[in-house]
Nanobody, 124 residues
């Protein structure tokens, strides 16, 4: 049973930083593709960043240069370091995974397993 638990969310002022974590269990972590998504109130869930099983990363244009996705295989944990946060980054952040991506990395349907989310609020 694949299980993902996000943590690290909170409230921060614009320009600040947060590091989100996603603890994974129930599968061979290092062979799976991982991603972070976010959903702001009244908006659709959108892809933020992805980390493929070969270590390659991809970012949404809105966060490129500010966010960094990484992992610690020994801890089965995915991270999202978020710097220079903006009010428009306010959202619930989710991690997602699958043994292989079923479509474009930014599509929700490409991932089978999801965490419950962690809230990030950025004030101006």
């Amino acid at each position: 049973q694949v299980h993902l638990v996000e943590s690290g969310g909170g409230s921060v002022q614009a320009g600040g930083s947060l590091r989100l974590s996603c603890a994974a269990s129930g599968y061979r972590y290092s062979r799976y593709c991982m991603a972070w998504f976010r959903q702001a109130p009244g908006k659709e869930r959108e892809g933020v960043a992805s980390l493929d099983s070969d270590g390659s990363t991809t970012y949404a244009p809105s966060v490129k240069g500010r966010f960094t996705i990484s992992q610690d295989n020994a801890k089965n944990t995915l991270y999202l370091q978020m710097n220079s946060l903006k009010p428009e980054d306010t959202a619930m952040y989710y991690c997602a995974t699958n043994e292989r991506v079923l479509g474009p990395w930014y599509e929700l349907s490409s991932y089978k397993y999801w965490g419950q989310g962690t809230q990030v609020t950025v004030s101006s």
